[in-house]
């Protein structure tokens, strides 16, 4: 090869490495540049794309059926590619600033219909989209040796199938979108059909905004009236690359069986273990305001407490003096039986406590007037002495109630915590100063999330260290959802050039 050969090829490589690196690692403040803008005045290819299907125009991503979504949604995604990394930027800048905007109407909204949780804390979540991490969290890996230099980056699937569940439906979506997008795909939505109306009223929203910065229209779509049909749907769909559910056991397994990839957040049932060594008065405020939150609605919230005898007073003397009201035993059994429908085991099998919907993300005064009680609406959260085999510790319950179960033993402790978590590796919580216990406990639960000395949101990067996501893919093992988590992994080699020393 000659020289002059040898400099072009160098020039034109170097040119595309720096063109990528750039692409991926510009900071976050800075504007979308002119190539976020809509490209129809240069050589007209996405002006013909645009006007190629009528069909999918003007809905901004609300769609009647999943064949529709998925159509346009791969037409974005087309066009997300073609307008860059800037584009990507400006999605997430436009979806993280609307959801703090809009968190009071959208909160409300998602209040009115889904009538579970609390108000202030529905807005709340909303204003947290902004601890989703975003395009800057995609950094390519590179390796450099005597062989010239290998790049490997992460790149996108296409279109990602996303079911959202009813406990936190704008949130889910509104990060979904950021990590989604982020990583460079489009996304299609079933919602919970009980919070599909204000899902689509952001997801309207969202595309309308984007279309007029960026000129894509339908980066994120929903079918407007989900069910299990388009469900399915959407998962068939030859267009959907990736399934990303959030939600209960049985939309986990549907997913797991359709044959596509699918990242599951699936459900949860976190357990507290406290020791003799712990700050009483902290681990009281911490499951207050952990199990509190949202009426308990987190799939990552405390729901069950197993303390150690020689604490249990004061816990729960520090737990009355800090907005919690405890139960006794005739008010727990009252709320239990409205709470639960136990069912007596078949052939011999134990009795199933089957949870009410009625009462699931209810107010404390709600549950309190089922227990015979009136309280002040004001009331964070009841509590009442149980043993280990009680529904509200075997369920995860999702009430603002939470069950304390004394224990001899840190061992007894950590093997009731184990045994009430059901295996789902999810989140896992413990109050304590002793390094052994605490090691024991994370060892032998092996959760996705295990949080010391503080609430459990604080393993959401909300009063602890990290960042957010309100996916957390638990059986299948991605963890806290973040953009690399919708990418593919490819390789770029150089051979023998490039490494520059
Ligand atoms: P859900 O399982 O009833 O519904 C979740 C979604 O799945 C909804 O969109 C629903 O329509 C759909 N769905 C349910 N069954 C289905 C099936 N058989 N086929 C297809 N789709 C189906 O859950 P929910 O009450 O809305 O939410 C609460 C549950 O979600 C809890 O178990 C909670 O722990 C879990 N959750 C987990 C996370 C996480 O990040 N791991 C986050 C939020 C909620």
């Given at each position: 090869m000659s020289t002059a050969v040898n400099e072009t090829l160098i020039r034109d490589v170097v040119a595309e490495v720096l063109g990528r690196i750039g692409g991926a690692t510009t900071t976050a403040t800075q504007s979308a540049p002119?190539?976020?803008?809509?490209?129809?005045?240069?050589?007209?290819c996405s002006a013909k794309k645009a006007t190629s299907?009528?069909?999918?125009?003007?809905?901004f991503g609300v769609f009647a059926t999943a064949e529709e979504a998925c159509a346009a949604a791969q037409e974005a995604f087309v066009q997300l590619q073609q307008k860059g990394v800037a584009a990507r930027r400006k999605i997430e800048e436009i979806v993280k600033a609307m959801a703090e905007k809009n968190a009071e109407p959208w909160g409300k909204i998602e209040f009115e219909e889904t009538?579970?949780?609390r108000l202030d804390h529905k807005i709340a979540k909303l204003g947290l989209i902004k601890l989703v991490p975003g395009v800057d969290w995609l950094r390519p890996d590179a390796r450099s040796g005597d062989h010239g230099i290998t790049l490997e980056e992460y790149t996108p699937f296409g279109v990602v199938g996303a079911i959202t569940p009813s406990t936190h439906s704008i949130p889910t979506l509104s990060g979904n979108i950021v990590n989604i997008v982020a990583a460079g795909n489009a996304v299609v939505f079933n919602a919970h059909p009980s919070a599909a109306k204000c899902a689509a009223v952001a997801v309207r929203a969202y595309n309308e905004a984007i279309f007029r910065e960026t000129?894509?229209?339908?980066?994120a779509c929903i079918i407007?009236?989900?069910t299990l049909d388009s469900f399915n749907a959407l998962c068939k769909?030859?267009?959907?690359?990736l399934l990303l559910v959030t939600g209960g056991p049985m939309v986990v397994k549907a997913a797991m069986q359709t044959g596509k990839r699918a990242i599951c957040a699936g459900p949860g049932n976190p357990p507290v273990f406290v020791d003799d060594t712990c700050c009483p008065t902290r681990a009281a405020k911490a499951i207050i305001s952990g199990a509190a939150f949202?009426?308990?609605?987190?799939?990552?919230?405390?729901?069950q407490v197993f303390v150690l005898d020689s604490v249990a007073d004061r816990l729960m003397q520090r737990m009355s003096e800090n907005g919690a009201v405890k139960l006794n035993p005739a008010q727990l059994a009252s709320l239990t039986k409205a709470a639960f429908t136990i069912k007596e085991g078949q052939g011999g099998g134990c009795a199933q406590a089957h949870t009410n919907?009625?009462?699931?993300?209810?107010d404390t005064s709600v549950l309190a007037q089922a227990a015979g009680i009136n309280l002040p609406a004001d009331t964070q959260l009841l509590f009442g002495e149980t043993d280990a085999n009680h529904p509200f510790v075997k369920e995860?319950?999702?009430?603002?109630m939470i069950p304390i179960v004394r224990v001899k033993s840190v061992e007894e402790g950590i093997a009731l915590s184990l045994q009430s978590e059901h295996g789902y590796k999810h989140t896992a919580i413990i109050h304590s100063h002793d390094v052994e216990n605490i090691t024991a406990m994370a060892r032998a639960l092996d959760t996705t999330l295990f949080v010391k000395n503080?609430?459990?949101?604080a393993g959401l990067?909300?009063?602890?260290e990290g960042y957010l996501s309100f996916s957390i893919a638990t059986p299948t093992g991605e963890?806290?959802?973040?953009?690399?988590?919708f990418t593919r992994v490819r390789r770029c080699v150089m051979v023998d050039n490039l490494r520059i020393y």
């Amino acid at each position: 090869m000659s020289t002059a050969v040898n400099e072009t090829l160098i020039r034109d490589v170097v040119a595309e490495v720096l063109g990528r690196i750039g692409g991926a690692t510009t900071t976050a403040t800075q504007s979308a540049p002119a190539s976020a803008a809509p490209k129809s005045d240069s050589c007209g290819c996405s002006a013909k794309k645009a006007t190629s299907a009528p069909a999918l125009r003007g809905k901004f991503g609300v769609f009647a059926t999943a064949e529709e979504a998925c159509a346009a949604a791969q037409e974005a995604f087309v066009q997300l590619q073609q307008k860059g990394v800037a584009a990507r930027r400006k999605i997430e800048e436009i979806v993280k600033a609307m959801a703090e905007k809009n968190a009071e109407p959208w909160g409300k909204i998602e209040f009115e219909e889904t009538k579970i949780g609390r108000l202030d804390h529905k807005i709340a979540k909303l204003g947290l989209i902004k601890l989703v991490p975003g395009v800057d969290w995609l950094r390519p890996d590179a390796r450099s040796g005597d062989h010239g230099i290998t790049l490997e980056e992460y790149t996108p699937f296409g279109v990602v199938g996303a079911i959202t569940p009813s406990t936190h439906s704008i949130p889910t979506l509104s990060g979904n979108i950021v990590n989604i997008v982020a990583a460079g795909n489009a996304v299609v939505f079933n919602a919970h059909p009980s919070a599909a109306k204000c899902a689509a009223v952001a997801v309207r929203a969202y595309n309308e905004a984007i279309f007029r910065e960026t000129g894509i229209e339908n980066i994120a779509c929903i079918i407007e009236k989900p069910t299990l049909d388009s469900f399915n749907a959407l998962c068939k769909n030859e267009n959907t690359r990736l399934l990303l559910v959030t939600g209960g056991p049985m939309v986990v397994k549907a997913a797991m069986q359709t044959g596509k990839r699918a990242i599951c957040a699936g459900p949860g049932n976190p357990p507290v273990f406290v020791d003799d060594t712990c700050c009483p008065t902290r681990a009281a405020k911490a499951i207050i305001s952990g199990a509190a939150f949202d009426n308990n609605l987190l799939c990552i919230g405390e729901k069950q407490v197993f303390v150690l005898d020689s604490v249990a007073d004061r816990l729960m003397q520090r737990m009355s003096e800090n907005g919690a009201v405890k139960l006794n035993p005739a008010q727990l059994a009252s709320l239990t039986k409205a709470a639960f429908t136990i069912k007596e085991g078949q052939g011999g099998g134990c009795a199933q406590a089957h949870t009410n919907k009625d009462f699931i993300g209810k107010d404390t005064s709600v549950l309190a007037q089922a227990a015979g009680i009136n309280l002040p609406a004001d009331t964070q959260l009841l509590f009442g002495e149980t043993d280990a085999n009680h529904p509200f510790v075997k369920e995860e319950q999702m009430m603002p109630m939470i069950p304390i179960v004394r224990v001899k033993s840190v061992e007894e402790g950590i093997a009731l915590s184990l045994q009430s978590e059901h295996g789902y590796k999810h989140t896992a919580i413990i109050h304590s100063h002793d390094v052994e216990n605490i090691t024991a406990m994370a060892r032998a639960l092996d959760t996705t999330l295990f949080v010391k000395n503080g609430p459990s949101p604080a393993g959401l990067g909300l009063g602890g260290e990290g960042y957010l996501s309100f996916s957390i893919a638990t059986p299948t093992g991605e963890g806290i959802t973040n953009p690399r988590t919708f990418t593919r992994v490819r390789r770029c080699v150089m051979v023998d050039n490039l490494r520059i020393y």
